[in-house]
C-alpha cells in the first residue's frame, strides 16, 4: 500500500531564512505526490504536484519539491520564508496505477516562522 | 468560478443523533471525495463519488454514507453518532477525479459531538 511519512512534526525557522519540510513515500508502483498546506480554519489549499514529469517542481509561493526515487523522497523547500508561511503542511499521495484519485496523506508538519 | 462550499460550517450535535452535511463542488467539476480529519487519526478518505456513483471508499464504519446527486453536489451522512465521530469534515472537488488532478478543497465543516 502506498504510503508517506513526514520525518517532523514541527518545524520552526526565521522570517527570512530557508525552509525544509521532509517527505518519504512508499510505493511499490510510480506514484504521484502533492504538497498541501492548510491555513487554521480554511481548507486545504496544493502547493505543487509530482505526476512523473520534470523531478524538480515548482509551486505556489516561491515553494518547490523534488522528486527522488532512489532515496524515496520528495522534501519541500523555500529559499526564504515568509510569515504567511507559518501554517500546516501535508505530504500526500495517490496510488500509481488505478485511475481514480483517493489521496492518502501524511500526519503533517506545522510550519512556525519567528519574526 | 466559485470554490468548493460546504454547509453548515460548525455543527453540534448529542450521541446518537444523525447528521448530514452538503457539498457543492466547482461548477464542472463531476467528481467529489469526503475526508475526516482528528487530531489523533489525521486525514482519512471516507468516499468519492462520480456522477452519482460511489467509486471509492475508505475505511469507515457503515454509520458513515454519502450520495451525489445529479448537479454533482453531494451530501454524506453519519447515522448513530459518537463522540469520536466529533472532527473537520472536508469536501474535495475536481473534474473527473483522474489521479493527477487537482482536487479542490472546501473550508469543511466542523462537527462536535456531544
Known amino acids: 500500500a502506498q504510503s508517506v511519512t513526514q520525518l517532523d512534526s514541527h518545524v520552526s525557522v526565521s522570517e527570512g531564512t530557508p525552509v525544509l519540510l521532509r517527505c518519504n513515500y512508499s510505493?511499490?508502483?510510480?506514484?504521484?505526490l502533492f504538497w498541501y498546506v492548510q491555513h487554521p480554519n480554511k481548507g486545504l489549499q496544493l502547493l505543487l504536484k509530482?505526476?512523473?514529469?520534470?523531478?524538480l517542481v515548482k509551486g505556489i509561493n516561491g515553494f518547490e519539491a523534488e522528486f527522488k526515487k532512489s532515496e524515496t523522497s520528495f522534501h519541500l523547500t523555500k529559499p526564504s520564508a515568509h510569515m504567511s508561511d507559518a501554517a500546516e503542511y501535508f505530504c500526500?499521495?495517490?496510488?500509481?496505477?488505478?485511475?481514480?484519485?483517493?489521496?492518502?496523506f501524511g500526519t503533517g508538519t506545522r510550519l512556525l516562522v519567528s519574526p | 468560478k466559485a470554490g468548493v462550499t460546504q454547509t453548515p460550517r460548525y455543527l453540534i450535535k448529542t450521541r446518537g443523533q444523525q447528521v448530514t452535511l452538503s457539498c457543492s463542488p466547482i461548477?464542472?467539476?463531476?467528481?467529489v471525495s469526503w475526508y475526516q480529519q482528528t487530531p489523533g487519526q489525521g486525514l482519512q478518505f471516507l468516499f468519492e463519488?462520480?456522477?452519482?456513483?460511489?467509486?471509492n471508499k475508505g475505511n469507515f464504519p457503515g454509520r458513515f454514507s454519502g450520495r451525489q446527486f445529479s448537479n454533482s453536489r453531494s451530501e454524506m451522512n453519519v447515522s448513530t453518532l459518537e463522540l469520536g465521530d466529533s472532527a473537520l469534515y472536508l469536501c474535495?472537488?475536481?473534474?473527473?477525479?483522474?489521479?493527477?488532478?487537482?482536487?479542490?478543497f472546501g473550508p469543511g465543516t466542523r462537527l462536535l459531538v456531544l
Open positions: 474535495a472537488s475536481s473534474v473527473s477525479g483522474d489521479r493527477l488532478e487537482t482536487q479542490y
Open positions: 510505493s511499490s508502483y510510480s506514484p504521484s
Open positions: 509530482y505526476t512523473s514529469a520534470a523531478t
Open positions: 500526500v499521495v495517490t496510488p500509481g496505477i488505478t485511475g481514480f484519485q483517493k489521496l492518502v
Open positions: 461548477s464542472g467539476h463531476r467528481s
Open positions: 463519488y462520480f456522477s452519482e456513483t460511489q467509486r
